[in-house]
């Protein structure tokens, strides 16, 4: 499975960006994709995910409001719409597949099987 994930940039606090992952899995549907972030001398951490029929949805307490997880199961893509963004939000932003997570792994990131290359995201103050 390969993931290809765009959409970062640079933008003022207060902005919007929308992120995409492309993926190659198949069946897509089946699929639960996440969102994780990694700032500078952090820890990878979990944003949002998507289970396969994209009707189950999970966001961090810190982006919950704020950002929204969408796929659309016949282009093979998840989109992350943030929406008032924060200096906070800056890091490498990465999408993630796995086909067999069960709900109380879907926040790991060691769960997920495949990762694509991370796009930048950086918010100015």
């Known amino acids: 499975v390969q993931l290809q994930a765009f959409g970062g940039g640079l933008v003022q606090a207060g902005g919007s960006l929308r992120l995409s992952c492309a993926a190659s899995?198949?069946?897509?549907?089946?699929?639960?994709m996440g969102w994780f972030r990694q700032a500078p001398g952090k820890e990878r951490e979990f944003v949002s995910a998507?289970?396969?029929?994209?009707?189950?949805?999970f966001y961090a307490d810190s982006v919950k409001g704020r950002f929204t997880i969408s796929r659309d199961n016949a282009k093979n893509t998840v989109y992350l719409q943030m929406n008032n963004l924060k200096p906070e939000d800056t890091a490498v932003y990465y999408c993630?597949?796995?086909?067999?997570?069960?709900?109380?792994?879907?926040?790991?990131?060691?769960?997920?099987?495949?990762w694509g290359q991370g796009t930048q995201v950086t918010v100015s103050s």
């Open positions: 993630a597949a796995d086909a067999r997570l069960i709900t109380s792994s879907i926040r790991v990131a060691d769960h997920y099987d495949y």
């Open positions: 899995a198949h069946p897509f549907r089946t699929y639960t």
């Open positions: 998507s289970k396969g029929n994209g009707g189950t949805i």
